[in-house]
């Protein structure tokens, strides 16, 4: 542990022992909320994110160290291990490290070049190499024997013997393919015949762009183009000269013309091709890196988007013909009353829609009226305004009309978990009820969904689907422990993502809280069937019980830091009660003063923190985008516009903005800020507000171009205002190696990057 430790120190950049500290924690069954939270004494304050890499890093690492020990055993087995050769592996840093010092010795089926050995022809090699000046013909024809019966075939089991020396020596294979990747470019052409059907990735079809430089994004789009039959790839690794001279250098091999042919044939039949193989695993884990980066850090922002509150609501799920469905559920998300109305096309029953949805406002209370945005959402908006209005115009307070996303609503509504909720209810119209929950918090809502069907992605399918479902269960897990969770209100799906619980635990407390009532304090979970001491200590600091018996049970103070905050109330000669949100008292405690051998000055920090804003939701407030009167359809767009709308996909390129058109539009990460951003996460993030000028419109294929610059100028070059990051920074265009449709990309319209992506088509 102590070699893996340190090696993913020097990664995070602290010290040795905080990662051992942390693998000890996490060996010991904790979880990583619980680890981040209340255990910063021991990891020096390590936060979610460097735990999580650590705990991957030592998976990988472990199966490395197995590795190595496996292939030295191999080799020792062979009778062939030197002192160098295991210095060597111990040594390797990658799994690709270890298999290439192994490739030698590898048990593998009998090649020429084994064959050419067991004729003798191995001296022939030696020779030729040895002595550049000798004639290869003549030298030949002392080395034939069955199978080599000329010198033709002889000559080439020489050269096979000498391509497997090359093949097979490890420090070359590594020189090779990493120069490959720092030189190198993807060609891309289009499959003739194909361009119409594949017009999607025409500005692919004569495509270039150095290895290094190609973002996630761009690689996942080429590679789905080759996949559909539309593109053909090349891996391009540039002057074959370059690395014929690496390989003669390697080998200190004479200049004659055998030489130089053994080594061009070499190069193309076996070290390019190995290293075309390892780009392409390269550019595949580069871009599902990026890719659940992107999505990662969408999924977080999409949980911890600001929750309207305990407000009884109103949902449309929208249609034409089917109508829209309708829920109201009361600031606790309980069910109250359903029904479909039917105000749009073919029925066009505007005004009974109006008055049956006016009544069931009026008659339970509706504070918010949430519409999913999907087909019919701007019409059956105008509809939620008009019921609004008549509550107002009766002298009731006018709810207030939200759009709301309803990505992956049909998909919980058809789920084991909304069946075991509403058995009884129409699929249709449980959809309506996660939309009128999602809007009222729509953390407790979305673990109910899987996080690959709530739309925050890019090319997520193209992914590892594994590595993927990983990434965003631990997203899904710090959300949720982040907020905290309300012990006697959530439901299983929300409990079962606390620190420490499973799914039967989180059931047994929903089945415990129905048979015993509500619970008045943290140690009553302790008579909860299967919630161990284990489970208790993981999961108590993020259970939170409102009014209960004692206040800090509503608090992200854990219970076995109870004793602290009894400490600093005798000093204050004030009770619990009295202390939380004494801001002035507060203020003026040192934590060091209350600081012992099991709580250092972190945690108290944290307690004294917590004491003075006790369950803080770090959640931002609740607001709105408001949709522009009249602009309902992309057709209603005009370049210049100034309009409001919200964030519904982040990613490396730019930031999709719902504008309330049924179509999102692209604001390209060249015109995001008046400055260089390298990162569209810098500047915005999915379920944020923002204001955006319209730049440029197509109807016909519903593309929208925007920005967050409002100053910008329609027509203008869409990249003029994007700074460069510094005097050093490569301009992008054809110098770079890229195709037509990428040096158009900085000046082209925004729309046009929103194709090349792949998205919308």
Known sequence: MTSIAATIAKELNVRDHQVQQALTLLAEGNTV??????????????????????????????????????????????????????????????????????????????????????????????????????DPEAAAQDYL??????????????????????????????????????????????????????????????????????????????????????LTLDFDPGEDAIYEGMIARAFDLPDSEWVRKAVRWGWRTKLQVSANLDIRVRLREKAEEGALEVFTTNLRDVLLAAPAGQRATLALDPGYRNGVKCAV?????KVLATT??????????WDAAREELAKLSAEHGVELIAIGNGTASRESEKLAGEVADLIAQAGGKRPTPVVVSESGASVYSASEIAAEEFPDMDVSLRSAVSIARRLQDPLAELVKVDPKAIGVGQYQHDVNQTALARALDGVVEDAVNSVGVDVNTASAPLLERVA??????????????????????????????????????????????????????????????YPVVERVAAATGLTTEQLIGNTAVLSKLRPADFADEHFGVPTVTDILAELDKPGRDPRPEFKTATFKEGVTEVKDLKPGMILEGTVTNVAAFGAFVDVGVHQDGLVHVSAMANRFVSDPH??????????????????????????????????????????????????RGAKQGRGRGERREAKGSMADALKRAGFGN
């Open 340 to 349: 479909i109305v039917y105000p749009h096309q073919p029925q066009n029953r």
């Open 145 to 230: 024997s069955e199978g080599f019966p000329d010198a033709k075939a002889a000559l080439e089991g020489a050269r096979a013997i000498l391509v497997d020396r090359f093949a097979t020596d490890a420090d070359l294979v590594g020189e090779v393919r990493d120069r490959v990747f720092r030189d190198g470019s993807l060609r891309a052409g289009v499959v003739e015949g194909k361009e119409a059907e594949g017009a999607k990735y025409a500005d692919y079809f004569e495509f270039s762009e150095p290895f290094a430089s190609l973002p996630s994004h761009r690689i996942l789009a080429l590679f789905r183009g080759e996949a559909e039959g539309v």
């Open 500 to 561: 420490g619980l499973s799914g039967t635990v989180a059931k047994n407390i929903v089945a415990y809280r129905d048979e015993h009532g509500s619970l008045t304090t943290r140690k009553e979970l302790g008579k909860v069937p299967r919630l161990g001491p284990k489970a208790f200590e993981q999961a108590a600091g993020f259970l939170r019980i409102q009014g209960g018996k004692n206040p800090l049970d509503g608090s992200a103070v854990h219970p076995e830091a």
């Open 682 to 731: 810098e500047v915005v993030r999915s379920g944020e507000v923002v204001k955006v000028k319209v730049m440029d419109v197509d109807v016909a294929r519903k593309r929208i171009g925007l920005s967050l610059r409002l100053d910008d100028e329609p027509g203008a070059p869409r990249g003029a205002k994007q700074p460069q990051r510094g005097a050093k920074q490569p301009q």
């Open 329 to 333: 559920v009361d600031g606790t998300g």
């Open 33 to 134: 909320p619980f680890i981040a939270r209340y255990r910063k004494e021991a990891t020096g304050g390590l936060d979610d994110a460097q735990l999580r890499h650590i705990e991957e890093r030592n998976t990988y690492l472990v199966e490395l160290a197995e590795r190595k020990d496996a292939v030295i055993a191999s080799i020792e087995e062979q009778g062939k291990l030197t002192d160098e050769l295991r210095r060597e592996i111990l040594a390797a840093d990658s799994k690709a490290r270890v298999e290439d010092l192994y490739l030698p010795y590898k048990k593998r089926r009998k090649t020429k070049a084994d064959i050419a050995r067991e004729a003798g022809l191995e001296a022939l090699e030696r020779q030729l190499v040895e002595d550049p000046a000798v």
